[in-house]
């Protein structure tokens, strides 16, 4: 008499199903993180634009103009990640800061981040409007 058991174990065709399920999944879920990441690098060159507008502001309310873009610290055009390379123009009456995107980050949608003494925001370059590139 014979005792046969039960096999333990996933059979080729279980584990090509099983692989073929996971392929699926992340085919779907690899271009959301890609844009999530993009976002995120996008919200760091604002944050840093935003943070430059207001060390122009402070600079103009202690000097009573704007500096000029040879007098600006290169601490103030740092961006983390390397992601967006900042430059400004400035006069003595206005300013426009600019984020360019760099590498990986020359794929987002909204391309070059800008803002000026006005407050004015845009975005150029861009396939989406600035409030839309601004606001997320």
Not at 6 to 11: D, H, L, M, V
Not at 23 to 46: G, H, K, V
Not at 73 to 96: C, E, F, H, N, W
Request: charged letters at 10%; one cysteine or more.
């Amino acid at each position: 008499m014979k005792h046969t058991h039960p096999s333990r174990g996933f059979t080729l065709i279980e584990l090509l199903i099983a692989l073929a399920c996971v392929a699926m999944l992340a085919s779907f879920a690899w271009p959301i993180y890609q844009s999530l990441i993009l976002r995120s690098q996008r919200a760091q060159a604002r944050a840093s634009l935003l943070q430059a507008a207001h060390w122009f502001e402070r600079a103009a309310s202690a000097n009573g103009s704007y500096p000029l873009a040879t007098d600006v610290p290169t601490s103030v055009l740092q961006i983390d990640g390397q992601r967006y390379k900042m430059t400004v123009t400035s006069t003595a009456q206005s300013y426009t800061l600019s984020a360019t995107p760099l590498g990986t980050q020359a794929a987002d949608t909204c391309g070059t981040l800008t803002v000026n003494h006005l407050g004015v925001r845009g975005a150029q370059g861009a396939s989406q409007t600035a409030a839309q590139c601004w606001s997320r």
